[in-house]
Nanobody, 116 residues
């Protein structure tokens, strides 16, 4: 199995930046895609960004141009650089690992609060 641990969340002012990290361990496949999603209270989970094993990325419109996903395969770590944060970005952020369509793992999440 795969274990994922998110870190880097916290309180930040609007317009500020945070970088989230996702450390993966266990039976990690080099073919897996990584992603970040978030869930705000009372709302559905929203997929924000994905990065394939080869480095190609996709972003949700809500974060496009502000967030950047990256990965360091040597460190088994995936990052989400978040810039120009807005109060609407307040949510629990989750890292996910996906191999094919039926093997998915999620971390426990890290809370990001954007408030003045």
């Amino acid at each position: 199995q795969v274990q994922l641990v998110e870190s880097g969340g916290g309180l930040v002012q609007p317009g500020g930046s945070l970088r989230l990290s996702c450390a993966a361990s266990g039976s990690i496949s080099s073919f897996a895609s990584m992603g970040w999603s978030r869930q705000a209270p009372g709302k559905q989970r929203e997929l924000l960004a994905t990065i394939a094993s080869g480095g190609s990325t996709n972003y949700a419109d809500s974060v496009k141009g502000r967030f950047t996903i990256s990965r360091d395969n040597a460190k088994n770590t995936t990052y989400l650089q978040m810039n120009s944060l807005k109060p609407e970005d307040t949510a629990v952020y989750y890292c996910n690992y996906r191999l094919f369509v039926d093997v998915v793992y999620w971390g426990k999440g890290t809370l990001v609060t954007v408030s003045s």
